[in-house]
């Protein structure tokens, strides 16, 4: 799979996204447990696209969802159901 690593500035961006929602989740308190249930989806989301992807080209079949922050966010906000609409999408664009 011809997946990028981050160079600098992408290690950096990242160190300041965790420390944002970090300070994010201490300032909202109660509403707290609301961003981390996204939060964890978003993660498992993304954890799924890229097994899927992996089982996909296993079996050498033309098919993968990239992972970019659209498709994290709609993993993060729909969970497992916007992983299958993801896919859904990429195949119907094959048809």
Do not use: D
């Amino acid at each position: 799979m011809g997946y990028r690593m981050m160079g600098n500035t992408g290690g950096i961006i990242t160190i300041l996204a965790v420390c944002l929602i970090v300070l994010a989740i201490g300032a909202m308190g109660r509403k707290a447990e609301w961003l981390v249930n996204f939060i964890l989806r978003a993660v498992m989301g993304t954890v799924g696209i890229y097994a899927i992807n992996y089982m996909l080209a296993a079996r050498q079949m033309p098919v993968a969802v990239g992972i970019n922050p659209f498709t994290v966010l709609t993993s993060g906000i729909l969970g497992f159901p916007g992983v299958a609409v993801l896919y859904g999408i990429h195949f119907f664009k094959i048809l």
